[in-house]
């Protein structure tokens, strides 16, 4: 079986990018399976599932980061897709600029939206930088000239393939299914692709005072550079 993980920011357009990709792949004969993971609210595995008739199942991940969600459930959900003899699409949140949700050998995909802003592709770290594919949203939105300086941010940022689509009209995405089709199979034991931050802080822990002094792990000041308080 296949694992296809996607993230992207709030408002990308990832739902509809994999609508769009879900419809094709049935078309060609594929069994697929789909997780949403998302932090308080999402519906988009009720629409899929009423649009396309395949598993599909959410999972909420309240007070954890939804990268960290994802690690903690991604063993399951294979063994859930693998019962129903599909290949697996992960949708994230992608809240995390520290985390990445992508796994070794297996396709991922952020999903980015032309209208944010040029510098986006310098800000959002190794949802970008670990990707397999950057896919480019509401192109039709922007002037060729931003569409090229995104690019560039994107190429400088990471270099990895880059996919431009309009998703609402499915342009572009025969490309991104090719990708997905060539992607090989998983293989265990699953391992994250990319190293998570660099340790588990007592704000992480719900430590909530104001200041570094009143911490302990790896911390830094105003001033000061990374350094590690604690025994």
Not at 29 to 40: P, S
Not at 51 to 62: D, L, M, Q, R, V
Request: include cysteine.
């Amino acid at each position: 079986m296949k694992l296809i993980m996607c993230a992207g920011p709030p408002t990308s357009g990832k739902t509809t990018v994999l609508r769009q990709v879900i419809r094709r792949l049935l078309k060609k004969g594929r069994r697929l399976a789909y997780l949403k993971v998302d932090v308080q609210y999402a519906d988009e595995d009720e629409l899929i599932r009423n649009e396309f008739g395949i598993p599909a199942k959410k999972i909420y991940s309240g007070e954890l980061c939804p990268d960290h969600a994802s690690v903690l459930v991604l063993g399951d959900a294979v063994k859930w897709a693998e019962k129903e003899g599909a290949d697996l699409f992960v949708e994230t949140a992608g809240l995390c600029l520290r985390c990445a949700p992508y796994i070794q050998g297996s396709l991922g995909f952020v999903v980015l939206e032309a209208t944010s802003g040029m510098n986006l592709p310098r800000k959002i770290g190794a949802m970008l930088s670990l990707a397999d594919i950057a896919v480019v949203t509401k192109i039709d939105l922007v002037s060729q000239a931003e569409r090229e300086v995104f690019r560039a941010n994107i190429m400088d940022a990471a270099p990895l393939d880059v996919v431009e689509v309009d998703a609402l009209r499915g342009i572009g995405i025969d490309r991104l299914v090719r990708k997905i089709e060539q992607a090989q199979d998983i293989e265990r034991p699953l391992m994250l692709k990319g190293s998570p931050p660099v340790a588990t802080c007592t704000i992480c822990a719900g430590k909530k005072d104001i200041g570094w002094e009143h911490h302990f792990g790896v911390l830094r000041t105003l001033d000061t550079d990374l350094f590690y308080r604690g025994e």
